[in-house]
């Protein structure tokens, strides 16, 4: 049974940082394709940044370059997000997803219909 955990999520203040884990049990991450999203009240699901973890290969949304950094640790078989420079507008449930193949990934590694498998989430919240 393939399982996602999601753990660091809080409260912080605009600027500040958080980090995020995915654990990853039930399969060998090192050969996978994950991704963190996050869906705010009322609002869909969107891609915050993908990572081929073969050979390290990351994609990120707009909204989120130069600030937030995905990385992925074989050895732990877990996946992060480095949130930095934090703003209200981060503020959502934020989730990640893995799968063990996906055609295209450069093009389709925000589209959540590709992962079938999903942690349960962890919570994010700037303050305005």
């Known amino acids: 049974q393939v399982l996602l955990m999601e753990s660091g999520g809080g409260s912080v203040q605009a600027g500040g940082s958080l980090l995020l884990s995915c654990g990853v049990s039930?399969?060998?991450?090192?050969?996978?394709?994950m991704a963190w999203f996050r869906q705010a009240p009322g609002k869909k699901r969107e891609g915050v940044a993908g990572?081929?973890?073969?050979?390290?290969?990351?994609y990120y949304a707009d909204s989120v370059k130069g600030r937030f950094t995905v990385s992925h640790d074989n050895a732990k078989n877990t996946a992060y997000l480095q949130m930095t420079s934090l703003k209200p507008e981060d503020t959502a449930m934020y989730y990640c997803a893995a799968n063990p193949w996906i055609f295209g990934f450069d093009r389709h590694w925000n589209n959540f219909d590709k992962y079938s498998s999903w942690g349960q989430g962890t919570q994010v919240t700037v303050p305005s």
């Open positions: 039930g399969f060998a991450s090192s050969n996978r394709y």
């Open positions: 990572i081929y973890t073969n050979d390290g290969t990351t």
